[in-house]
């Protein structure tokens, strides 16, 4: 049964800095992974898909990679805004269906 | 191009009853994929249709099910409603079944008193 895991849990950073978020899988028979983020009260929007024959994939200031071997996935966020803050949550799909992370919740300090 | 939209956005029902919810996918989009999300749980997997065909299905009771029409739109249904089906319900779609990137409506917010 595939499980994935998020750490931290929660991250303040002040603005303008780099930071990096992580999500563990255990099941390496992952088909893809796609990155999400979710404002309070809403629906997910997608940041990035890294399909199982990628190792990283880039938009904007946002860059994820993907190792299967290790099973972790990397979200990085370049020179952080407000904008910024909201819940950052990994799936990664496998056995049919997408298995999600408990997700990261930032916070960027103006 | 029309994301995908979900109908109602917040619904009360009391204990017992049942209740129908509806997804509409982006124009093209022929699998539609159902989560629970819910502070104890997570995001949970549901269901998954592609071509009015269920092809997964999560770990729920049979009081959860879901049906896919020709034209994509997707509904579920869940009966006999609990106190612990109080829940944001998403719905997400994406172009084939197997792993292509899932786009999210904004979800039902149902509450059950």
């Known amino acids: 049964k595939q499980e994935v895991t998020q750490i931290p849990a ?8 780099n930071l990096v978020l992580n999500c563990s899988f255990t099941d390496s028979a992952i088909y893809n992974l796609q990155w999400f983020r979710q404002d309070p009260g809403k629906g997910l929007t997608s940041l990035l898909l890294i399909q199982s ?15 299967k071997s290790s099973g ?10 407000p904008g910024d803050s909201a819940t950052y949550l990994c799936a990664g799909f496998g056995n049919e269906k997408l298995t999600f992370g408990t997700g990261t919740r930032l916070t960027i300090i103006p | 191009k ?23 996918p982006i124009s093209g ?13 997570g995001l949970q997997f549901l269901f998954e249709y592609f071509s009015e065909t269920q ?42 079944w ?5 786009y ?5 917010r149902l509450t059950v008193t």
């Open chain 2, 29 to 41: 989009h022929r699998s539609v994929s159902w989560y629970q999300q819910t502070p104890g749980q």
């Open chain 2, 55 to 96: 092809r997964n299905k999560g770990n729920f009771p049979g009081r959860f099910s879901g049906r896919q029409f020709s034209n994509s739109r997707s509904e579920m249904n869940v009966s006999t409603l609990e106190l612990g089906d109080s829940a944001l319900y998403l719905c997400a779609s994406s172009l084939a």
């Open chain 1, 72 to 81: 972790r996935s990397t979200l990085y966020i370049a020179a952080s805004q």
């Open chain 1, 10 to 17: 929660a991250l303040s950073v002040p603005e303008g800095e």
């Open chain 1, 53 to 67: 024959s990628q190792r990283e994939q880039t938009s904007g200031r946002l860059n994820a990679s993907l190792d």
């Open chain 2, 104 to 108: 999210f409506g904004p979800g039902t």
């Open chain 2, 2 to 24: 029309a994301g995908v939209t979900q109908t109602p956005r917040y619904l009360i029902k009391t204990r017992g009853q049942q209740v129908t919810l509806s997804c509409s």
């Open chain 2, 98 to 102: 197997r792993g292509t990137e899932q």
